[in-house]
Structure formats: C-alpha cells, structure tokens
T-cell receptor, first 110, second 112 residues
Framework: SQQGEEDPQALSIQEGENATMNCSYK?????LQWYRQNSGRGLVHLILIRSNEREKHSGRLRVTLDTSKKSSSLLITASRAADTASYFC??????????FGQGTELSVKP | NAGVTQTPKFQVLKTGQSMTLQCAQDMNHNSMYWYRQDPGMGLRLIYYSASEGTTDKGEVPNGYNVSRLNKREFSLRLESAAPSQTSVYFC???????????FGQGTRLTVV
C-alpha cells in the first residue's frame, strides 16, 4: 500500500479562497515533499520540509509537518484559477525511495 | 537543459508484445525512478535506482525489468505486455533519494 494518503481526494473552491490539503503517512521519514501535476503532465516539485521542521513557507504556499501524528498539510492562500491541478505528497521511505500518495484534485473556479 | 527526457510519448502494444521505455537525464543525478500512474491510484513506484549499477524494486515491480545503463539512462522493459499495464509511465531523477525529484513528461501506453 502507498505510504502517503491525501485528504480530501477532491476539492472545489472559488478564486480568492484558501485551499487546504492533508497528507498522512505510515513510517518515519527524513523529509516530506509536495508536488503539483497539471492535467496529464509530469509532476513539478513545490516544497520540501525536513523531519526536524514544523512549518515552511514559499510564496502563497504554507506547509506544516507533525511527525508525532505522521501528517502534513499544504495550504494555498488566495487561490487562483491557475492553481487548478492535482497535488501530491511524497515521502522518502526506506533506502531513499520516493513514495507518493494518491493526490488531491483541486479545482479553483473563477 | 532538457532535464528528464522520456521516449516514446505514446505507444500502443498488442498483448504479449515487448517494448522498452527510455529515460535520460542531463542533471548528473544519482537517483532515478520509474512510476506508473493510473486513475485514482496516484503514482506507484515500479523500480528505483540509487546510483549507476544498482536497482531496487518498488511497490509494483511485477511484469517489469529495468536497466541502469549509465548515470544518465534508466530504461524500463515490458517483456510480455498485458492489458493491466495500460497506464501513464513517468521517469524521474533526483540528486539523491531524499531530495527534489524532476519528472519527464510521461509515456502513455495502451495494451490491447
């Protein structure tokens, strides 16, 4: 089974609203990463948070990590129609393998 | 820089045929990956290579073989294609297994 599980599976919001996606994982990690995928294209890296960090910001993105709960959240503030995409969390399982969750499909309506 | 290049972009195979998906990266990365993506399943790791000459199974290795030909290239081979292998295949690379990964644009494979 996959290491990361995203919640919700799908999210629909209006432009300007905030979008929050959650990721839970099963085993201990060195870091957790978030990626974005536009319809059928390759994934693009958004942000990496290390296991000893609790929060990280990058532009309109805010990521939190709670290692005691084995969970992370991605917040996109002031969303735009161009943020419509699928978002995936990924963790480094044993021996450096990068394992992805099932993703959250975000739709931002203008 | 081209980044990660996958060929072909599209392929249709008949059940039982074989083919090799090619992947090359020009970033001097050590780690390379092959994933498959199916609707509702996210990305699942097929095989992983931590460095030239080493490969390791991922979550769904059955029916596939890989070769890390050199530091740049990592190929995925389907010896006898099955309809269950219809999927979009992505190759990725990273400096190490725990750093940012860069993805190719994918190969859309249909097995009929």
């Amino acid at each position: 089974s996959q290491q990361g599980e995203e919640d919700p599976q799908a999210l629909s919001i209006q432009e300007g609203e905030n979008a929050t996606m959650n990721c839970s994982y099963k085993t201990s990690i060195n870091n957790l990463q978030w990626y974005r995928q536009n319809s059928g294209r390759g994934l693009v890296h958004l942000i990496l948070i290390r296991s000893n960090e609790r929060e990280k910001h990058s532009g309109r993105l805010r990521v939190t990590l709670d290692t005691s709960k084995k969970s992370s959240s991605l917040l996109i503030t002031a969303s735009r129609a161009a943020d419509t995409a699928s978002y995936f969390c990924a963790t480094d399982a044993a021996r450096g393998k990068l394992i992805f969750g099932q993703g959250t499909e975000l739709s931002v309506k203008p | 820089n081209a980044g990660v290049t996958q060929t072909p972009k599209f392929q249709v195979l008949k059940t039982g045929q074989s083919m090799t998906l090619q992947c090359a990266q020009d970033m001097n990365h050590n780690s390379m990956y092959w994933y498959r993506q199916d609707p509702g399943m996210g990305l699942r790791l097929i095989y992983y290579s931590a460095s030239e000459g080493t490969t390791d199974k991922g979550e769904v290795p059955n029916g596939y073989n890989v070769s890390r030909l050199n530091k740049r290239e990592f190929s995925l081979r389907l010896e006898s294609a099955a309809p269950s292998q219809t999927s979009v295949y992505f190759c990725a690379s990273s400096e190490q297994g725990i750093t940012e990964a860069f993805f190719g644009q994918g190969t859309r494979l249909t097995v009929v």
